[in-house]
């Protein structure tokens, strides 16, 4: 996937700007939110589409982007959800996995900092875009395996990570 960005932007540029131009360079669908500028994406995974968010904090100064799985944790598999959700966090080299309980809601998350500069390089998007992508990719059979098939954290992280060698 080519996301190649020009680095020879303005002092003064939004860097929602940037984040749209990589988007469009990966194929993803998006929308810009006219009331707070936030970015909404639609990731095409393995596992079909799962909906992202990109949006700036002011204060501490951010660009924070989440892909919220698409699962259904039953309050019945909350404590084994969550402690998937630790197991999966632990082989991430980048984002890291939430659960919010409340909204019974899965998420892949990242932030970049952006003290002391205006917007991130379009390889660190790239990088956070990759990362969400694989995370899911990697992950989600491990989390509709508690959910569905009764599996106990750890069964459900080794039959995702499974992978064959060679050809049947």
Known sequence: MDLSADRNRPADADPMELVEICLSAAGWDFQRDEDDGALQCLAHTRWGEMGGLFAIRREPPALHFSLTLDVKPTSARRAAISELVLMANERLWLGHFDYWIEDGVLIFRHALPLLDRIEPEAGEIRAILAAGLDAVNMFLPAFNFVIW?????????????FETAGEA
């Open 149 to 161: 098939a009764g599996k106990t954290p750890a069964e459900a992280l080794q039959g995702a990570l």
